[in-house]
């Protein structure tokens, strides 16, 4: 079985998120997937398989963190996406049948891919006790995610406290059911992006998330509403870092960015 691994909202190698991606047949069993995750060891390992013609979906798409199912994914999403189009196994845009329904992926010309993914619903929380202590940064406003995601959205002061934020993991992870995102404005617009965040899901086995596609339909309506506009632009700062393009339609956030195959090979066992 071929292997690729592929960096995520990014146009340059050893930058953005790297997932796994594995176009198969059918899917093998779930201890098997997982130990393939697991092997692999990076945020997401997407495995992705055909489905017959005339169905709502064109391919079945799962996504395996090494400690887990999730019920989306952003990054792999868009990776597996760039592999059907780079390989020729599918052409122009796609349907995944996912965990959340079915997600869409459209090829542009100049390279990019947008998703089609369901905008997460908002509801403003107090913050968890304890909650700042274990991010290390005071909350501003706080929100619950919604099933899909399953993460807490946390404001806090600028851009300059997400960047320099080293928070207690084991802390961190007892807040949300994913984890917890921090976000704050950009403090330059000009720079080229509209807001920054930080993504941390230890009680997944990911202590920073490099890129998230998921976290960002969330920040797309909580970004839009505060700075007035649809289409924004966020960087998550990371180590690797990220651009994630938003629009958002409603019900619907879409999300643009690149990606780059950085890894191919087979899977021998």
């Known amino acids: 079985m071929r292997i690729r691994i592929v960096d995520a909202f990014t146009d340059r190698p ?67 996406a760039h592999v059907l189009h780079t390989t020729g196994a599918h052409s122009g845009p796609v349907r995944f049948a996912t965990l959340s329904g079915v997600l869409s992926a459209t090829p542009h010309e100049d390279g990019s891919i947008t998703l089609d993914f369901p905008t997460a619903p908002l509801t403003r929380v107090e913050p968890p006790a304890g909650v700042a202590e274990a991010l290390g940064a005071e909350p501003l406003t706080a ?38 995102i921090a976000t704050a404005r950009a403090e330059n ?15 997944i086995g990911i202590d920073e998330d490099p890129v998230t596609g998921s976290a960002h339909t969330a920040l797309a309506p909580y970004w839009s509403e505060r700075l007035g506009r649809p289409d924004l632009t966020g960087l998550q700062a990371s180590a690797r870092t990220g651009l994630v393009r938003t629009e958002l339609r409603g019900d619907r956030t879409l999300l643009t960015g690149r990606a780059v195959t950085t890894i191919e090979g087979d899977l021998l066992v």
């Open 189 to 203: 617009p000009a720079d080229g992006y509209d807001f920054v965040s930080r993504c941390f899901f230890p009680r």
């Open 143 to 180: 929100f619950d995610t919604g099933p899909n995601i399953g993460d807490l959205l946390i404001e806090v002061a600028d851009e300059k406290t997400v960047l320099g934020l080293t928070p207690d993991l084991r802390a961190l992870a007892a807040h949300s059911e994913r984890g917890v």
């Open 14 to 80: 050893f930058a953005g998120n790297p997932a796994g991606v594995m176009l198969l047949d059918a899917f093998p069993d779930d201890t098997r997937l997982q130990r393939i995750a697991l092997e692999v060891n990076h945020a997401e390992t997407a495995f992705a398989h055909r489905l017959p013609e005339g169905g709502e979906a064109d391919w079945a798409l799962r996504w395996f963190t090494p400690a887990a199912e999730v019920a989306m994914c952003g990054h792999a999403t868009l990776a597996t």
